[in-house]
């Protein structure tokens, strides 16, 4: 079973304590926060991103992309709903994708497939 995300939730970068900054304009809301769709979420800026290395590579600056994750059947706005199962990439300023390392609904009023 999977959660829809929403903008109560969480999704990390690859580098901890690394965190995309969510924003929803969905109406659908679960417990007051609006789910996210990959509009919502490819762009989003991630903060706090702390890349190892010596020196270490610059930090993730937003997702580049949603490669898995969307529901099959919960739509707002027309849209896909993404889910807690949420794979994708983030990007830093010299265009290196990392992968997306967690994804927290949120919430567990709604599930979804």
């Given at each position: 079973?999977?959660?829809?995300?929403?903008?109560?939730?969480?999704?990390?970068?690859?580098?901890?304590?690394?965190?995309?900054?969510?924003?929803?304009?969905?109406?659908?809301?679960?417990?007051?926060?609006?789910?996210?769709?990959?509009?919502?979420?490819?762009?989003?800026?991630?903060?706090?991103?702390?890349p190892p290395g010596s020196p270490p590579p610059p930090p993730c600056t937003k997702v580049a992309a949603v490669t898995?994750?969307?529901?099959?059947?919960?739509?707002?706005?027309?849209?896909?709903?993404?889910?807690?199962?949420?794979?994708?990439?983030?990007?830093?300023?010299?265009?290196?994708?990392?992968?997306?390392?967690?994804?927290?609904?949120?919430?567990?009023?709604?599930?979804?497939?």
């Amino acid at each position: 079973m999977a959660y829809p995300l929403t903008t109560g939730g969480a999704v990390g970068c690859a580098h901890p304590p690394g965190a995309v900054k969510l924003a929803g304009t969905a109406k659908l809301k679960v417990k007051g926060n609006p789910v996210l769709r990959r509009g919502d979420l490819v762009d989003a800026m991630v903060q706090s991103c702390a890349p190892p290395g010596s020196p270490p590579p610059p930090p993730c600056t937003k997702v580049a992309a949603v490669t898995a994750g969307e529901a099959l059947k919960l739509r707002a706005g027309g849209a896909p709903v993404l889910l807690d199962t949420l794979a994708g990439t983030s990007v830093n300023a010299n265009a290196v994708t990392f992968p997306l390392s967690s994804a927290q609904a949120g919430q567990t009023r709604l599930s979804a497939v």
